[in-house]
Protein backbone atom coordinates (compact mmCIF):
# COMPACT_ATOMS: atom_id res chain seq x y z
CA UNK A 1 0.00 0.00 0.00
CA UNK A 2 1.28 3.80 -0.70
CA UNK A 3 0.44 6.63 1.63
CA UNK A 4 0.76 9.88 0.40
CA UNK A 5 0.61 12.55 2.86
CA UNK A 6 -0.66 16.04 0.93
CA UNK A 7 -0.04 18.67 3.55
CA UNK A 8 0.01 22.58 2.97
CA UNK A 9 2.61 24.73 4.61
CA UNK A 10 6.26 23.70 6.08
CA UNK A 11 6.75 22.58 8.81
CA UNK A 12 9.26 24.91 11.27
CA UNK A 13 9.02 23.99 14.20
CA UNK A 14 12.09 21.22 15.41
CA UNK A 15 9.87 18.73 17.70
CA UNK A 16 6.65 18.63 15.11
CA UNK A 17 9.35 17.52 12.39
CA UNK A 18 11.37 14.97 14.38
CA UNK A 19 7.93 13.73 15.37
CA UNK A 20 7.37 13.37 11.54
CA UNK A 21 10.26 11.84 11.10
CA UNK A 22 9.59 9.13 13.96
CA UNK A 23 6.41 7.89 12.41
CA UNK A 24 8.03 7.83 9.10
CA UNK A 25 10.45 5.78 9.93
CA UNK A 26 7.75 3.49 12.14
CA UNK A 27 5.45 3.14 9.04
CA UNK A 28 8.10 2.23 6.51
CA UNK A 29 7.29 -1.66 7.89
CA UNK A 30 4.01 -1.15 6.60
CA UNK A 31 3.44 0.86 3.44
CA UNK A 32 5.25 3.41 1.31
CA UNK A 33 4.65 6.81 2.71
CA UNK A 34 5.17 9.82 0.46
CA UNK A 35 4.96 13.32 2.65
CA UNK A 36 4.14 16.32 -0.18
CA UNK A 37 4.66 19.58 1.68
CA UNK A 38 2.70 22.72 -0.34
CA UNK A 39 3.44 26.36 -0.17
CA UNK A 40 0.76 27.69 1.95
CA UNK A 41 -0.27 31.14 0.92
CA UNK A 42 -0.05 34.49 3.27
CA UNK A 43 -3.19 35.58 5.04
CA UNK A 44 -3.22 39.28 6.13
CA UNK A 45 -5.27 39.26 9.51
CA UNK A 46 -8.53 40.88 8.91
CA UNK A 47 -8.43 39.13 5.65
CA UNK A 48 -12.26 39.23 3.89
CA UNK A 49 -14.10 35.99 3.26
CA UNK A 50 -13.70 36.78 -0.40
CA UNK A 51 -9.45 36.98 -0.22
CA UNK A 52 -10.11 33.72 2.17
CA UNK A 53 -11.91 32.12 -0.09
CA UNK A 54 -9.15 32.73 -3.19
CA UNK A 55 -6.51 31.98 -0.90
CA UNK A 56 -7.95 28.40 -0.90
CA UNK A 57 -8.57 28.29 -4.20
CA UNK A 58 -4.73 28.90 -5.45
CA UNK A 59 -4.10 26.32 -2.27
CA UNK A 60 -6.56 23.93 -3.39
CA UNK A 61 -5.51 23.64 -6.90
CA UNK A 62 -1.61 22.92 -5.61
CA UNK A 63 -3.48 20.06 -3.86
CA UNK A 64 -5.21 18.66 -6.61
CA UNK A 65 -2.08 19.09 -9.02
CA UNK A 66 -0.42 16.77 -6.45
CA UNK A 67 -3.00 13.90 -6.47
CA UNK A 68 -2.91 11.71 -8.48
CA UNK A 69 -5.80 9.90 -10.50
CA UNK A 70 -5.69 6.56 -8.93
CA UNK A 71 -6.01 7.59 -5.15
CA UNK A 72 -8.42 7.20 -2.79
CA UNK A 73 -8.52 10.73 -1.32
CA UNK A 74 -9.30 11.21 2.21
CA UNK A 75 -9.35 14.83 3.10
CA UNK A 76 -9.45 16.01 7.04
CA UNK A 77 -12.44 18.62 6.95
CA UNK A 78 -13.91 19.40 9.86
CA UNK A 79 -17.31 18.43 8.73
CA UNK A 80 -15.86 14.84 8.32
CA UNK A 81 -16.75 11.70 9.59
CA UNK A 82 -15.41 10.77 12.84
CA UNK A 83 -13.92 7.15 13.01
CA UNK A 84 -12.29 5.10 15.83
CA UNK A 85 -9.12 4.21 15.37
CA UNK A 86 -10.38 0.65 14.87
CA UNK A 87 -12.51 2.13 11.96
CA UNK A 88 -9.72 4.03 10.40
CA UNK A 89 -7.97 0.50 10.30
CA UNK A 90 -11.09 -1.17 8.87
CA UNK A 91 -10.83 1.58 6.07
CA UNK A 92 -7.19 1.20 4.80
CA UNK A 93 -7.62 -2.43 4.85
CA UNK A 94 -11.00 -2.81 3.27
CA UNK A 95 -9.43 -0.32 1.18
CA UNK A 96 -6.41 -2.36 0.23
CA UNK A 97 -8.48 -5.32 -0.02
CA UNK A 98 -10.82 -4.00 -2.56
CA UNK A 99 -8.07 -3.45 -4.89
CA UNK A 100 -6.89 0.69 -3.24
CA UNK A 101 -3.36 0.75 -3.73
CA UNK A 102 -2.87 4.09 -3.34
CA UNK A 103 -4.30 6.53 -0.17
CA UNK A 104 -3.91 9.95 -0.35
CA UNK A 105 -4.79 12.46 2.80
CA UNK A 106 -4.73 16.14 2.36
CA UNK A 107 -4.38 18.37 5.33
CA UNK A 108 -5.28 22.00 4.63
CA UNK A 109 -3.82 25.27 5.56
CA UNK A 110 -5.16 27.24 8.12
CA UNK A 111 -7.63 28.50 6.22
CA UNK A 112 -9.47 24.90 5.70
CA UNK A 113 -9.89 23.32 2.22
CA UNK A 114 -11.39 24.54 -0.56
CA UNK A 115 -14.23 23.26 -2.40
CA UNK A 116 -12.66 21.87 -5.64
CA UNK A 117 -10.88 19.41 -2.74
CA UNK A 118 -13.10 18.82 -0.72
CA UNK A 119 -15.19 17.79 -4.37
CA UNK A 120 -12.51 15.35 -5.26
CA UNK A 121 -12.37 13.92 -1.41
CA UNK A 122 -13.96 10.61 -1.40
CA UNK A 123 -13.99 10.45 1.91
CA UNK A 124 -13.46 13.31 4.54
CA UNK A 125 -12.01 12.69 7.77
CA UNK A 126 -12.56 14.49 10.98
CA UNK A 127 -10.13 13.94 13.89
CA UNK A 128 -12.55 16.73 16.29
CA UNK A 129 -14.74 19.31 16.14
CA UNK A 130 -12.47 21.13 17.56
CA UNK A 131 -9.73 23.52 15.56
CA UNK A 132 -6.25 22.32 15.52
CA UNK A 133 -2.40 24.00 13.91
CA UNK A 134 -2.59 22.17 10.96
CA UNK A 135 1.11 21.54 11.27
CA UNK A 136 -0.12 19.69 14.58
CA UNK A 137 -2.75 17.14 12.96
CA UNK A 138 -0.09 15.62 10.51
CA UNK A 139 1.67 13.98 13.50
CA UNK A 140 -2.15 13.31 14.70
CA UNK A 141 -2.68 11.77 11.51
CA UNK A 142 0.61 9.66 11.03
CA UNK A 143 0.41 8.70 14.79
CA UNK A 144 -3.52 7.02 13.24
CA UNK A 145 -1.98 5.56 10.29
CA UNK A 146 0.50 4.09 12.20
CA UNK A 147 -1.68 2.99 15.20
CA UNK A 148 -4.06 1.53 11.88
CA UNK A 149 -1.68 -0.26 11.12
CA UNK A 150 -0.86 -2.16 14.56
CA UNK A 151 -4.04 -2.97 14.44
CA UNK A 152 -4.29 -4.48 11.00
CA UNK A 153 -1.23 -6.87 12.40
CA UNK A 154 -2.74 -7.45 15.34
CA UNK A 155 -0.06 -6.19 16.88
CA UNK A 156 -0.28 -4.30 20.50
CA UNK A 157 -0.66 -0.36 19.73
CA UNK A 158 -2.27 1.52 22.78
CA UNK A 159 1.30 2.07 24.86
Not at 15 to 39: D, H, Q, W
Not at 85 to 93: P, T, Y
Not at 96 to 119: A, C, D, Q, R
Amino acid sequence: MKITLIGVGKLKEKYLAMAVGEYEKRLSRYCTLEIIELADEKTPDNASEVLEEQIKKKEGERILKAVKDDAYVIALAIEGTMLSSEDLAQKIDQLGITGSSHITFIIGGSLGLSNEVLKRADFKLSFSRMTFPHQLIRVFLLEQIYRAYRIIHHQPYHK
